[in-house]
């Protein structure tokens, strides 16, 4: 990540999450004084990477600046959706932890946002996460649970990653070329109707969200992209690694996890079975330590080789991921009442997306590239899925 982001600068890993907080607007220097007296426990606020490139390390900063990451906007009434799309597309801090934390008030009342960045070196989606938990007040859940990898998890993984390296020539239109501009929508459901869902499949919510997305761009495919009709798409599945012991380490710490989007499906129900399928063997903890023993192990110019090559156009691929709060967030006595992730489009990537379920709702956050006509409407596409369902009364 570090390296990449040196080699393009112009291409930001900022990744993050915006928390609506329901009371009394803290000012500025009391969230300052809060954040203050928590850096003792938390590396991903006070270390970050320095060196020459590949051969980077950590070294830590054990004031960092806070007059500059914590700041605050008065933002107009029905104003705050244009004000998080500034911000995201802010530069974080060139020098020292590349984070900050965003107080924004005045958009309605008896409420203000909390809007926190950070760089993809530094924090992955789950190390946002937890980080959110140790700031405001949630306990931070246990690591999934892990077991020793076995000898087939070990080949199915690298089959896999192996397999993830070849050409999908999908996204490579020379007609149409990747500009890196970027467009961002959101999209919200109830978290009980993904699971609904996937139930009947045998599945989860996050299973219900991919066949969404196999739905909408099989759609938009069909109406926009002849090179992607009718065809699965490559797609990247983010597996947390983390162990419980490591819930505040910097970096990241998630394995990458290809899978097949079956946007070739004529049907939900068709497209959802073969999610779930897809994803089975990545939920298992063998798997889960296979990929992050392969991760650990390979060695860091191949793996950075090999990162390179999955952002060439003729390998892009889809990056999803997905995060689940488990426990109530809350500032003082304020409770936090929704949580929406946001995250970065990688280099020749056409899509990323994160969803973050919490309090009952499951927010989607799209990343797309500008050059790809109509994908920008994704979000809705994403939703008029979910509602055909219910439509369907669960027949998929």
């Known amino acids: 990540m570090d390296a990449s982001a040196r080699d393009m600068p112009s291409i930001p890993l900022t990744i993050g999450a915006v928390l609506d907080v329901t009371g009394a607007v803290p000012s500025v220097g009391e969230l300052r004084e809060h954040i203050a007296a928590c850096l003792s426990r938390l590396p991903a606020l006070t270390d970050h990477l320095a060196g020459p490139r590949l051969r980077a390390r950590w070294v830590r900063d054990v004031l960092p600046d806070l007059e500059l990451r914590v700041r605050e906007r008065v933002v107009a009434p029905a104003g705050l959706d244009d004000a998080l799309d500034e911000l995201i597309a802010l530069p974080l801090p060139q020098q020292g932890p590349p984070w900050d934390l965003w107080l924004l008030r005045g958009h309605a009342v008896g409420t203000y946002t909390l809007c926190y960045r950070a760089a993809h070196t530094t924090h992955d989606g789950v190390g946002v ?56 929508g959101w999209a919200q459901a109830p978290t009980e109707r993904l699971r609904e869902v996937a139930t009947a499949a045998g599945g989860s919510s996050n299973d219900a969200s991919l066949a969404c997305l196999a739905h909408a761009l099989r759609e938009w495919a069909a109406e926009h992209w002849p090179r992607g009709r009718g065809k699965r798409m490559s797609t990247v599945v983010m597996v947390d690694g983390r162990r419980s012991e490591e819930w505040n380490r910097p970096g990241n710490h998630f394995a990458f996890a290809p899978i097949a989007l079956p946007c070739h499906l004529p049907t939900f129900g068709e497209q959802l079975a073969s999610v779930v399928a897809a994803t089975r063997p990545v939920k298992q903890p063998p798997m889960r330590r296979a990929l992050r023993a392969l991760m650990e192990r390979t060695p860091v110019r191949a793996f950075y080789a090999a990162a390179q090559k999955l952002t060439t156009p003729e390998r892009a691929t889809v990056d999803t991921s997905h995060v689940a709060f488990h426990h109530p967030l809350r500032h003082g006595d304020a409770p936090v009442t929704s949580v929406r992730m946001f995250t970065w489009l990688p280099p020749h990537h056409p899509l990323s997306l994160i969803s973050c379920s919490y309090a009952g709702t499951t927010s989607v956050h799209f990343v797309t590239d500008a050059a790809l006509p109509g994908l920008a409407d994704l979000p809705q596409r994403w939703t008029a899925a979910l509602e055909a369902t219910a439509a369907e009364g669960l027949r998929t």
Do not use: C, I, K
């Open 129 to 184: 996460r937890n980080t959110l938990y140790a700031l405001f007040g949630g306990t931070v859940p246990d690591a999934a649970h892990s077991a020793r990898a076995t000898l087939a998890s070990y080949v199915h993984a690298l089959r896999a990653q192996l397999g993830s390296l070849a050409r999908a020539d999908v996204w490579n239109d020379p007609a149409t070329p990747l500009t890196g501009e970027r467009m961002r």
